[in-house]
């Protein structure tokens, strides 16, 4: 049995694990994290899980050692900021830990500092979070003490670009256009901004273009494969009116010639045993829908003969894949099962 408990389980990401594990015989939820909805019952917020849950939400106390008895793995779904000490506290007794937040997916702690606009108060245990991209970093992940579970855009974006910057495809690239669409529960909850049904129902607008903070941990994961800085992200995020679901349609200019069956090929050959990716066949388009409610990953390649760009497109659940999916991936690997363990579900269409 894998003893959890849960930091901010009444949030979206935070209750989609939660739909995921209450499924698990071998996974028991010790406790679910909560802020305001503190006190209320799992399934007043979630009566999706009714049957399943009876517990409440609760405050979650991390001074307190009893808290951490007995447990095998702490999940934090809080707010970038807020996470950076309860990863900490867990790591400190010696808990494991995945953090779906920001707080431990960048390197460098200036870095974070600038894109953030918050002082990282553990830097030093920055160097011990693996970044969670399974796909990219299995055996990291098997030993992690601390995983940083990547952010939604990112994991479309980078499993959409990891073969082709594995195979030097993007050396010499100054930079690529990420065009990504977002479904509205990618802002959480406790709604950002002005969600309201009236703005955002029959509507498409970009945001943060350019200056959105997934940028630079897209292009630190790059540059790892690349060896070296090298290629910018132009990322440009929309939001469109999905409940879920991300689509990243990546442009980048070929430095050299290469057919649309070789480039097939290469993500076929790179992504070969991994249990989630799906490369379409030619001529079938990613569809959101397609992978919404699993943790699949669909990706198309195309290259445009006539002006050497090459297109790829990539959908993701980004509650699933995006986040609790991904996190229930990681866990699996870190606790000796299979992979695909309480994870096969397949999207839900139409
Ligand atoms: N939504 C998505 O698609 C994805 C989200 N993530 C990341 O997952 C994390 C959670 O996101 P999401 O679920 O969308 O956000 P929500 O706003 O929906 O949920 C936030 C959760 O954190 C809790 N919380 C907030 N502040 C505190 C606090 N001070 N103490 C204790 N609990 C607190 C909230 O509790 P309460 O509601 O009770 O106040 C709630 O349970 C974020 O870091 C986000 O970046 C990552 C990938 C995708
Ligand atoms: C639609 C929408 O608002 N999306 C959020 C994604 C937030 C998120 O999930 O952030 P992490 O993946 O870094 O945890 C945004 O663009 O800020």
């Given at each position: 049995m894998i003893e959890v408990g849960i930091l901010g389980a009444s949030g979206y990401a935070g209750s989609e694990l939660v739909r995921l594990l209450v499924q698990?015989?071998?996974?028991?939820?010790n406790f679910l994290g909560a802020n305001?909805?503190?006190?209320?019952?799992v399934s007043d917020l979630y009566p999706n899980i009714y049957q399943r849950l009876i517990q409440d939400y609760e405050v979650v106390?991390?001074?307190?050692p009893k808290t951490f008895n007995g447990l095998d793995l702490l999940f934090s779904c809080l707010p970038h900021g807020q996470s950076q000490a309860a990863v900490a506290q867990a790591y400190q007794a010696g808990v494991r830990v995945i953090d779906f937040?920001?707080?431990?997916?960048?390197?460098s702690p200036k870095t974070y500092e600038g894109w953030y606009n918050t002082k990282h108060?553990?830097?030093?245990?920055l160097a011990e979070a693996?970044?969670?991209?399974i796909e990219l970093h299995r055996q990291a992940i098997e030993k992690a003490a601390i995983i940083a579970n990547p952010g939604c855009f990112p994991t479309a974006m980078l499993l959409g670009l990891a073969p082709l910057t594995q195979a030097g495809l993007?050396?010499?690239?100054p930079s690529i256009i990420a065009d990504c669409k977002s479904g509205l529960?990618?802002?959480?909850?406790?709604?950002?901004?002005?969600?309201l049904f009236t703005e955002v129902n029959e509507n498409v607008n970009p945001y943060?273009?350019?200056?959105?903070?997934h940028t630079p941990e897209v292009e630190e994961q790059l540059h790892r494969l690349q060896g070296s800085v090298q290629t910018q992200v132009n990322f440009i995020p929309h939001l469109v009116p999905t409940q879920r679901g991300i689509l990243a349609s990546l442009y980048v200019q070929a430095q050299e010639p290469i057919t649309e069956d070789e480039l097939r090929e290469m993500y076929q050959t790179f992504y070969k045993?991994?249990?989630?990716i799906r490369i379409l066949k030619e001529g079938i388009y990613p569809q959101m829908k397609a992978v919404t409610g699993s943790n699949y990953v669909d990706i198309q390649v195309q290259v445009n003969e006539r002006t050497g760009l090459i297109y790829i497109f990539v959908v993701i659940d980004n509650l699933i894949k995006g986040a609790a999916g991904q996190a229930v991936q990681n866990m699996n690997v870190m606790f000796n099962l299979p992979e695909e363990t309480g994870l096969t579900a397949i999207g839900l269409l139409p």
């Open positions: 698990r015989e071998d996974v028991q939820l305001r909805q503190a006190g209320s019952a106390d991390l001074q307190d937040s920001a707080d431990y997916r960048l390197k108060a553990y830097p030093k245990l693996v970044y969670g991209l993007l050396d010499g690239v529960s990618g802002a959480g909850r406790n709604l950002q901004g002005h969600l943060a273009a350019g200056v959105h903070r045993g991994a249990s989630f």
